[in-house]
Nanobody, 115 residues
C-alpha cells in the first residue's frame, strides 16, 4: 500500500500562487508516474499535470504556462506550483501515483481562489 499525503492547499486571491506537495514514505516513489488531478463541485475529476518517473511533464491546457509540476525523488515528494490563480481553479486537488495498472490516491486538498 502506498499512502500519499497532500499539503499546501488553502485560500488565495485571484492572481496569487500556491504550491501543493504530495509525499509518501515509500522509496519506490521513484518508480511511479505522478500526477495532480482536481475536482470542482458538480464536475468530473480532471488531470491538471503529470510527470513520468523520467521527469517528462504534461499539463492540461487550462493550467499550461501557469503551473509547474516537479518531483524530488530523494524526498519522495511531488510538487505543483500554481501561479496566476483564477477562480475557476477552485477545486479539491488530488495527488495520484501510477505504476502500471495500479493507481494510488491522496485524500485531497482544497484550493479556493477568490475573485
Amino acid at each position: 500500500q502506498v499512502q500519499l499525503v497532500e499539503s499546501g492547499g488553502g485560500w488565495v486571491q485571484a492572481g496569487g500562487s500556491l504550491r501543493l506537495s504530495c509525499a509518501t514514505s515509500r522509496p519506490i516513489f521513484r518508480l511511479f508516474a505522478m500526477g495532480w488531478y482536481r475536482q470542482a463541485p458538480g464536475k468530473q475529476r480532471e488531470l491538471v499535470a503529470s510527470i513520468t518517473k523520467g521527469g517528462n511533464t504534461n499539463y492540461a491546457d487550462s493550467v499550461k504556462g501557469r503551473s509547474t509540476i516537479s518531483r524530488d525523488n530523494a524526498k519522495n515528494t511531488v510538487y505543483l506550483q500554481m501561479n496566476s490563480l483564477k477562480p475557476e481553479d477552485t477545486a479539491v486537488y488530488y495527488c495520484n501515483a501510477n505504476w502500471g495498472m495500479t493507481d494510488y490516491w491522496g485524500q485531497g486538498t482544497q484550493v479556493t481562489v477568490s475573485s
